[in-house]
Nanobody, 127 residues
């Protein structure tokens, strides 16, 4: 199993920016489709963004399109989430996820596609 560790969360004001990082180990990083999910207080975990194995394709939830950018650096075994124009509704614990093999679920936005998860990093956006 791949091990994922998120970092970069914190407290920012509305309109501010934050960059999250997810460091992977235990399995070849370049073979994994990677995704970001988030879970707000009292809410279900929801899809945020995903990136293909070579970084050539990215996918975003409608709620973050134009504001968030996912990227990866396979040489550093790290995936990033650059978050701009943050809103209070972005407040959540953000989780990094990896799909190390095809699970039978084809949607990048489906949590069931991913078989490895980090512990999460808290992002809080104040008004």
């Amino acid at each position: 199993q791949v091990q994922l560790v998120e970092s970069g969360g914190g407290l920012v004001q509305t309109g501010g920016s934050l960059k999250l990082s997810c460091a992977a180990s235990g399995r070849t990083f370049s073979t994994n489709v990677m995704g970001w999910f988030r879970q707000g207080s009292g809410k279900d975990r929801e899809f945020v963004a995903a990136i293909s194995r070579d970084g050539g394709n990215t996918y975003y939830a409608d709620s973050v399109k134009g504001r968030f950018t996912i990227s990866r650096d396979n040489a550093k075994n790290t995936v990033y989430l650059q978050m701009n124009g943050l809103k209070p509704e972005d407040t959540a614990v953000y989780y990094c996820a990896a799909a190390t093999a095809y699970s039978g679920v084809g949607l990048y936005s489906a949590a069931a596609r991913y078989n490895a998860w980090g512990q999460g990093t808290q992002v809080t956006v104040s008004s």
